[in-house]
């Protein structure tokens, strides 16, 4: 038509099959001197995606948006609305239309106003972000608590141009929080009553505390706790100086059985009468109104609390609630107060056992850490109280690391362990076997969360099995006069001494005495005779087998090992602890 075409989009397919977008532009000319057409083709793919991928993520916000819990409104800087959620509508009960029309500050009023500097902050580097509590008015003129959360609205170049504001219904949170308010402020001052009391474990103190916080919380004449006695199936009074208990109460159990008292017993729950008439002695009294309370402890009722009111007021509905829940308390303490003596009469009796016995015994955590341990225990592992209870049992009590998984298995599948043996460390790092038989301590849900055991230790008890064990092992194959030999040999070396003998009587009187074998110092020495009088072998001669721990040379001076041209000086040392000279006919 001899018109160009400034621009089309179109696609184009290529040589290898890709299709492109291309943006085209074309106009007539006069090439060579012929008509021709000149287009200029533009290659814009990469835009189209990066359109395409736009459009979806407003999508993809857009949805976002409009499914939020909260009210979304944008204003100017005007403070009109240009934009809100579906949500805003939903609140208000206005149609997106009709909120556009609108002023925000038409529809909130903050509980506590922020400034104007906050709400319409023109400063382009301003991140103030404010949450208030207030009201969101609706269309029909009823409002809602809402939590607003407010900050700058900015343009791509970060300048504000208007705020952005999310609101959430918090109504049904607001009047949670009244009714809380009101309880805890009911409770308050019962809380503060029963702190001081639950604190107490003697219990006329706690009665003594009990009667004057209920003093302070309503008024009545005279008041009774009575204990159940049953064995005489009868309930006794508690005696008490207090001016408010009743007159003589000491003197007049009440058989259980009978009245409304008993009706508390058998049943468990309060009782509230008004205009009563008490029997005491035999003799009416005046009009008078009461609340018999039970005390229990855990599910079981151990005496009642008994409230008297007389010519005035009847108890109230709120005052018979307010005195149960007061003497729950009242009773948790008067339990505890109860097993608090019990418990001390059985500890003192248990702690004796406990402090004076020779064995090790203890209370541990499942997380390892010891939570009591006798005297026993500390001589045996070599620390002072407050160390102990700050040890990793794992790593500080325990020579090899695999007995406490060992340990704790056996717990977890038995509940017990008896006679269980391993290799334990003392503070000085010496190791020791021991023995320990222990039981799982549960809770009430039937966790393992402690163990309590007794420890012995049979260190010594062991180097003498195995000591047996290395000398019949070494004699076993020796007959004759070798097994004699063999005898002294692995004696003495198992024994860690310096001299070893077998000898025989060599008089008919039992005077003398020849070495059959002479172990001297780590060699089969030379044979020699000498006086048994004055030795330890005159004593194994007429007691039998003998025992000298120490200072033998001071005992027996002409002992011919012990005189000083032949007496080793290790012998004479420290470094021997034990010596033993047996000796045989």
């Not at 402020?185 to 009665?207: F, G, P, V, Y």
């Not at 019990?342 to 056992?353: A, F, H």
């Not at 002072?384 to 406490?404: C, N, T, W």
């Not at 004759?480 to 024994?495: D, I, S, Y």
């Amino acid at each position: 038509e001899g018109t160009g075409v400034q621009v089309a989009e179109e696609k184009f397919i290529c040589v290898d099959g890709k299709t492109i977008d291309v943006e085209t532009s074309a106009m007539p000319i006069v090439w060579m001197g012929e008509m021709a057409i000149q287009v200029i083709i533009r290659d814009i793919t990469q835009r189209k995606e990066s359109e395409e991928t736009l459009r979806r993520s407003e999508i993809q916000l857009r949805t976002i948006v409009e499914g939020l819990a909260e009210a979304i409104i944008i204003t100017d800087l005007d403070d009109q609305i240009i934009y809100t959620n579906t949500r805003a509508s939903q609140l208000t009960g206005y149609t997106s239309q009709e909120l556009e029309s609108e002023l925000l500050h038409s529809l909130i009023v903050y509980e506590e106003s922020p400034s104007q500097e906050q709400i319409t902050d023109h400063n382009p580097d301003s991140r103030e972000f404010v949450v208030k509590e207030g009201k969101l008015f609706c269309k029909d003129g009823s409002s809602l608590w809402a939590e607003i959360h407010q900050s700058p609205y900015k343009d791509d170049s970060g300048q504000v141009i208007g705020k952005m504001v999310a609101v959430s219904d918090i109504s049904q949170r607001k009047e949670t929080d009244a009714v809380l308010q009101t309880l805890a402020d009911q409770r308050k001052q019962l809380i503060q009553a029963s702190q001081s009391m639950l604190m107490r474990l003697n219990l006329n103190d706690i009665i003594k505390t009990t009667l004057k916080n209920l003093r302070n919380i309503l008024s009545f004449s005279e008041c009774g706790i009575y204990w159940i006695d049953e064995i005489k199936e009868v309930l006794r009074p508690h005696e008490s100086d207090n001016t408010w208990f009743l007159p003589n109460i000491g003197e007049w159990p009440i058989p259980i059985g009978h009245g409304v008292v008993s009706e508390v017993i058998q049943s468990g729950k309060g009782k509230l009468v008004n205009h009563h008439r008490r029997e005491v002695q035999g003799l009416s009294s005046h009009d008078e109104h009461f609340i018999c309370t039970p005390l229990r402890a855990k599910d079981k009722v151990i005496g009642v609390f008994n409230v008297y009111r007389s010519d005035s007021e009847p108890f109230s509905d709120e005052e018979f609630e307010l005195i149960q829940l007061y003497i729950s308390h009242a009773s948790l303490a008067i339990h505890n107060a109860l097993l608090f003596d019990q418990l001390k009469e059985s500890e003192e009796k248990y702690r004796n056992i406990f402090e004076e016995t020779k064995d090790c015994i203890y209370i541990s955590s499942t997380e390892g850490t010891f939570v009591d341990i006798n005297p026993a225990g500390l001589l045996l592992l070599g620390y002072s109280k407050d160390e102990i209870l700050g040890i990793d049992i794992s790593k500080d009590f325990y020579a090899v690391p695999y007995d406490r998984q060992r340990f704790q298995q056996f717990m977890m599948e038995n509940g017990y362990v008896q006679d269980f043996e391993m290799i334990i460390k003392r503070k000085d790092d010496q190791k020791m076997i021991v023995s320990e038989t222990a039981t799982a301590v549960y809770d009430e849900e039937g966790r393992i969360t402690g163990y309590r055991g007794i420890i012995r230790d049979i260190t010594e008890q062991k180097r003498a099995e195995e000591l047996m064990q290395e000398i019949a092992m070494g004699i076993s194959a020796a007959t004759g006069e070798k097994f004699f030999r063999t005898l002294v040999q692995h004696m003495a070396k198992a024994l860690g001494v310096d001299y070893a003998f077998i000898s025989h009587i060599t008089s008919a009187i039992c005077e003398k005495a020849n070495t059959e074998i002479f172990w001297n110092l780590g060699a089969i020495g030379e044979s020699f005779e000498y006086e048994i009088k004055g030795t330890p072998c005159e004593q194994v001669l007429t007691q039998g087998a003998c025992l000298f721990p120490q200072g033998v040379q001071k005992k027996f001076p002409n002992q011919p090992l012990l005189k000083e041209d032949r007496k080793s000086t290790r012998l004479n040392s420290s470094h021997t602890d034990i010596s033993r000279m047996p000796s045989s006919a």
